[in-house]
T-cell receptor, first 113, second 113 residues
Framework: EDKVVQSPLSLVVHEGDTVTLNCSYE??????LLWYKQEKKAPTFLFML????IEKKSGRLSSILDKKELFSILNITATQTGDSAVYLC?????????????FGTGTRLTIIP | DGGITQSPKYLFRKEGQNVTLSCEQN?????MYWYRQDPGQGLRLIYY???????QKGDIAEGYSVSREKKESFPLTVTSAQKNPTAFYLC????????????FGPGTRLTVL
């Protein structure tokens, strides 16, 4: 059974701090790993990673994948209160042509002003 | 505006009643998905459909049913057989080919009294 594990489950930091969120996975037929940010309702897409060692960056957020060690990290530098959210990691590991995603439990990040 | 809509936002039902959650998209996406999210947990896949008139069970399909008669619509019925139906339900869609992210609707919070 495919498994995605995120850590920590929750994290509280002060504004301006840097945080690192972790996602490890055990799946067969790995295709891609995705990060989503969920504030109140719908998760919004952040990154898709398919290749090891290539950093994806968007503003203060960055993410990298290690396919040998089967994990990814999401970094947020100079955190702001608007970064408070649940961050979800998902892995696309289809049996055949399906594009199903398996999600982790999420990391709840709270930024204190 | 292109997007995914879910209705209603909040739904209350008595135990033993079937209820149908609506999901519509105008993104011309082939694939659609239903997830369930419980407090402190990630998203779990209920059903998904990669093409009209076809759908597959996800990881927790028991007690749910779906139909996909039109490309734009993927309604989910929560039947009385579902033992713990109170949850937050998210619908998503994607182009349906590999390495394309899923886009999420705003969700429906179902409470069974």
């Amino acid at each position: 059974e495919d498994k995605v594990v995120q850590s920590p489950l929750s994290l509280v930091v002060h504004e301006g701090d840097t945080v690192t969120l972790n996602c490890s996975y055990e799946v067969t037929n790995f295709r891609s790993l995705l990060w989503y940010k969920q504030e109140k309702k719908a998760p919004t897409f952040l990154f898709m990673l398919t290749s090891s060692g290539i950093e994806k960056k968007s503003g203060r957020l960055s993410s990298i994948l290690d396919k040998k060690e089967l994990f990814s990290i999401l970094n947020i530098t100079a955190t702001q209160t608007g970064d408070s959210a649940v961050y979800l990691c998902a892995v696309e590991a289809p049996p055949f042509a399906d594009e199903k995603l398996t999600f982790g439990t999420g990391t709840r990040l709270t930024i204190i002003p | 505006d292109g997007g995914i809509t879910q209705s209603p936002k909040y739904l209350f039902r008595k135990e033993g009643q079937n209820v149908t959650l609506s999901c519509e998209q105008n993104l011309n996406h082939d694939a659609m998905y239903w997830y369930r999210q419980d407090p402190g947990q990630g998203l779990r896949l209920i059903y998904y459909s990669q093409i009209v008139n076809d759908f597959q069970k996800g990881d927790i399909a028991e007690g749910y049913s779906v139909s996909r008669e039109k490309k734009e619509s993927f309604p989910l019925t929560v039947t009385s057989a579902q033992k713990n139906p109170t949850a937050f339900y998210l619908c998503a869609s994607s182009i349906g080919s590999p390495l394309n992210e899923q886009f999420f609707g705003p969700g429906t919070r179902l409470t069974v009294l």
